[in-house]
């Protein structure tokens, strides 16, 4: 149904135009989008939450304030479009901090209702894994169905992708989201914010079998990395006590087994859920996916188990407002628009409705 849908709408697709905003966390992002290609996708990124070694919500929202508007006049000149070509607006209206999600909510409704256009509401979550459908040169979507894993920051998922808008969360953390986790032990061994990035620079010049970490015992597809994070802490306190330069010596080689132990867990799952369903083409998102620990797994299932994987550019696997942009394309050609009296919402599960 939904491919014939698209095949009588081919002939307008080259009309399309949609202006995307996303705002859920501490990125402001602005993206055009013309059918599934980005003419524009620019993301102005809040720097002062290092000094407070996370994010702080207050902060997020006045920074989004006053990126907004410029980032929106900046990405239309990039895409070379007029805002009168615009078809609709497609904004973030959850899961993420609502103070954040507030600013561009009520500004995707303010210019929706000034340009007389569309409104295209769309979940976070599900934008980190259709954001493999925007058009990639060298790179093909995955073929529905097809197993998503997403990791960030924020959230750590497994999901069932049967179509664009049929998706069934598999299993998700009870806790810390892995990219959580890696900021969190970081920041014990010393490590600025973001430390995720720092973790992986320093594990490719350590042993990862230097320290044993333990792996967290979950029920079915879920994940947990609260545990995890005090055996860290327990294991720093302990090995410091009567050796203060522990960390310093053995930094590497502490991130390099740390990030060994989140792969393993992640990987365990992964190849859970791929069993279960019979599933073997495999999609990751979120900025975790730049990790390389997490991109040799993924390489080695690739050859073992017969996997086909895919990684997006990492531009789109970061918080960006592309994303929200092919969403709100294949929402559009689906008739899916929302009224204006959408409002924000912190919570927002896939499939499901916000609360």
């Not at 996708?41 to 407070?52: P, S």
């Not at 990039?78 to 009168?84: V, Y």
Request: aromatic letters at 8%.
């Amino acid at each position: 149904m939904h491919n014939q849908f698209l095949f009588q709408n081919r002939m307008r697709e080259k009309d399309i135009y949609i202006l995307a905003i996303e705002s859920s966390c501490d990125d402001t992002s602005v993206a055009v989008l013309h059918g599934r290609k980005t003419l524009s996708n620019l993301v102005a990124t809040q720097q002062i939450h290092r000094e407070y070694g996370g994010v702080v919500p207050e902060l997020a929202s006045r920074a989004h304030q006053q990126h907004i508007v410029p980032l929106v006049h900046q990405a239309l000149a990039k895409a070379n479009i007029d805002k009168k070509l615009l078809s609709a607006i497609a904004f973030t209206r959850g899961p993420g901090l609502l103070g954040s999600l507030l600013v561009g909510t009520s500004f995707a409704k303010s210019l929706a209702l000034g340009l007389g256009i569309p409104l295209i509401e769309v979940n976070h979550m599900e934008a980190h894994i259709l954001a493999h459908f925007i058009e990639t040169p060298g790179k093909s979507p995955p073929p529905f169905p097809f197993l998503a894993m997403t990791i960030s920051g924020g959230h750590t998922q497994i999901v069932k992708v049967n179509g664009y808008f049929d998706m069934e969360v598999l299993g998700e953390t009870l806790d810390d989201a892995v990219g959580e986790a890696f900021d969190k032990t970081a920041k014990l061994l010393g490590l600025p914010y973001p430390g995720g990035p720092l973790i992986d620079k320093y594990a490719g010049q350590g042993n990862p079998e230097a320290f044993d970490f333990p792996i967290p015992k979950v029920d079915g597809l879920n994940f947990s990395f609260s545990g995890l994070k005090t055996s860290v802490l327990y294991f720093i306190q302990r090995n410091t006590k009567n050796d203060p330069d522990f960390v310093a010596r053995e930094r590497d080689n502490i991130c390099a087994s740390l990030q060994q132990t989140i792969v393993t867990i992640l990987m365990q799952k992964l190849k859970k859920a791929a069993r279960e369903t019979g599933i073997r083409h495999i999609a990751i998102g979120g900025g975790v996916a730049a990790n390389s620990g997490i991109r040799q797994a993924l390489s080695e299932a690739e050859h073992k188990l017969g996997w086909t994987t895919y990684i997006p550019p990492f531009q789109y696997c970061t918080d960006n407002a592309g994303m929200i942009g092919i969403v709100g394309y294949l929402k559009y050609l689906d008739n899916r628009f929302t009224d204006l009296g959408v409002s924000a919402q912190a919570r927002y599960r896939i499939g499901g409705q916000p609360h």
